[in-house]
């Protein structure tokens, strides 16, 4: 099993930034890809960005590039979104998700994701 934590979620004016921590614990050897998800209210859950084990990034949803970097670091068991530039329609509840090694995995599809954090809100005021 995996336990994910998030952090960092809190109250921003537009234009400003903020660095969401997720802290991964248990059984790390098994984690093949971690990413980020967001979801407002009355919207479904949505990709942002991903990382694999190795570093490597995917494309970045739409509505984040440019603005939005997905970093890891390895000996911390922790991988970070730093967001930049934010904006009012960021505001949503922000989630770290791990994919499992040989489970399948496929980039922005959230089904494919093994183990969810509780979640870390972020809102944003125009």
């Known amino acids: 099993q995996v336990q994910l934590v998030e952090s960092g979620g809190g109250l921003v004016q537009a234009g400003g930034s903020l660095r969401l921590s997720c802290a991964a614990s248990?059984?790390?050897?098994?984690?093949?890809?971690m990413g980020w998800f967001r979801q407002a209210p009355g919207k479904e859950r949505e990709f942002v960005a991903a990382?694999?084990?190795?570093?490597?990034?995917?494309p970045y949803a739409d509505s984040v590039k440019g603005r939005f970097t997905i970093s890891r670091d390895s000996a911390k068991n922790t991988v970070y979104l730093q967001m930049n530039s934010l904006k009012p329609e960021d505001t949503a509840v922000y989630y770290c998700?791990?994919?499992?090694w040989g489970t399948g995995w496929r980039g922005s599809d959230l089904s494919t994701y093994d183990y969810w954090g509780q979640g870390t809100q972020v809102t944003v005021s125009s």
């Open positions: 998700a791990a994919n499992r």
């Open positions: 990382i694999t084990r190795s570093g490597g990034t995917i």
């Open positions: 248990g059984s790390i050897f098994s984690i093949n890809v």
